[in-house]
C-alpha cells in the first residue's frame, strides 16, 4: 500500500498499483466512483447561495444582497433588487423613465400608462404574471423569480 504512486487526483494513499485511493488529503472526501472530491462547505450565513468558509458568504440567495459583514440582507427602504444590487429609488429616475403616474398596486413603486401596469414593486414584493407585485415570501413568487433570472 505505501510506496505506490496514486493516479487518483488529491488522493494521499493508493492501493492496486495505485488505481484505488483509500484516503483523500485533508479537504477532501472519497465519493463512490474511486474520486477525491472537495468536501462541501456548509454555510451558516442565513439566506446564502454560496460561501467561501462556513460565515462568510459571496453570493446570496435571490433577492438577499451581501452586505459589508458578507451576510445576506433584503434592500432597504428607498432602494429595489436589480440584478444581485440594491439600487436607488430615486425622482431623476422617476423622471426620466415617465414612471410618474399613481399606482393602482400599493404594493407597487413605479407604474406606466394609465397606472394599472407596474414596472417595479416595493421592497419585499415581486412582480407576478398580471403586471402587480405580490410578497416574495409565497411559492408563486420563489417561481417567478426563476422565469426572471434562470
Known amino acids: 500500500m505505501t510506496g505506490k504512486e496514486c493516479a487518483v487526483e488529491n488522493c494521499?494513499?493508493?492501493?492496486?498499483n495505485g488505481e484505488t485511493c483509500i484516503i483523500c488529503l485533508n479537504g477532501f472526501?472519497?465519493?463512490?466512483?474511486?474520486?477525491?472530491?472537495?468536501i462541501p462547505i456548509v454555510c451558516s450565513v442565513e439566506n446564502c447561495a454560496s460561501c467561501d468558509d462556513d460565515s462568510t458568504c459571496n453570493q446570496c440567495n435571490i433577492p438577499f444582497t451581501l452586505n459589508e459583514d458578507n451576510g445576506c440582507e433584503l434592500c432597504e427602504e428607498g432602494t429595489y433588487f436589480n440584478?444581485?444590487?440594491c439600487?436607488?429609488?430615486s425622482f431623476k429616475m422617476k423622471i426620466m423613465t415617465n414612471y410618474d403616474k399613481e399606482c393602482a398596486d400599493e404594493n407597487c413603486a413605479f407604474c406606466q400608462e394609465d397606472g394599472t401596469?407596474?414596472?417595479?414593486?416595493?421592497?419585499?414584493?415581486i412582480m407576478n404574471d398580471l403586471d402587480g407585485c405580490e410578497p416574495?415570501?409565497?411559492?408563486?413568487?420563489?417561481?417567478h423569480?426563476?422565469?426572471a433570472f434562470f
Open 12 to 16: 494521499a494513499l493508493c492501493k492496486d
Open 29 to 38: 472526501t472519497l465519493n463512490d466512483q474511486n474520486e477525491c472530491e472537495p
Open 83 to 85: 440584478n444581485r444590487s
Open 87 to 89: 439600487e436607488s429609488i
Open 117 to 125: 401596469i407596474c414596472r417595479i414593486c416595493l421592497n419585499g414584493f
Open 136 to 143: 416574495i415570501s409565497t411559492a408563486e413568487s420563489c417561481n
Open 145 to 147: 423569480l426563476k422565469k
